[in-house]
Nanobody, 120 residues
Framework: QLQLVESGGGLVQPGGSLRLSCAAS????????IDWYRQSPGKKREGVSC????????KYADSVKGRFTISRDNAKNTAYLQMNGLKPEDTGVYFC?????????????WGQGTQVTVSS
């Protein structure tokens, strides 16, 4: 069964860091892009960052550029989102999403999400 499981969320103070993981099971992650989305309270769902299947191409939303870093370890079948300099507006549920490429809106599979709360 194709599955994505996020972990690493939690409560952190402004300026702090978290690393989210997206572990794939039931298939090989190598052939797919991973896109991170977030759903913040009262806001439209937002694409945060995407990484190509090889890891050679990455994209970031303007709101997270310079603070977040997306990566992947295909040997571990896992993708990551390193979040530094967290702000209260980064609060939300973060989802990893499986796609054929970063340039498509077609989603193959959503993860269940992990809550990130940035608050003092």
């Amino acid at each position: 069964q194709l599955q994505l499981v996020e972990s690493g969320g939690g409560l952190v103070q402004p300026g702090g860091s978290l690393r989210l993981s997206c572990a794939a099971s039931g298939f090989t992650l190598n052939y797919y892009a991973i896109d991170w989305y977030r759903q913040s309270p009262g806001k439209k769902r937002e694409g945060v960052s995407c990484i190509s299947s090889s890891g050679g191409s990455t994209k970031y939303a303007d709101s997270v550029k310079g603070r977040f870093t997306i990566s992947r370890d295909n040997a571990k079948n896992t993708a990551y989102l390193q979040m530094n300099g967290l702000k209260p507006e980064d609060t939300g549920v973060y989802f990893c999403v499986l796609k054929f490429s970063c340039g498509t809106d077609v989603v193959i599979q959503w993860g269940q999400g992990t809550q990130v709360t940035v608050s003092s």
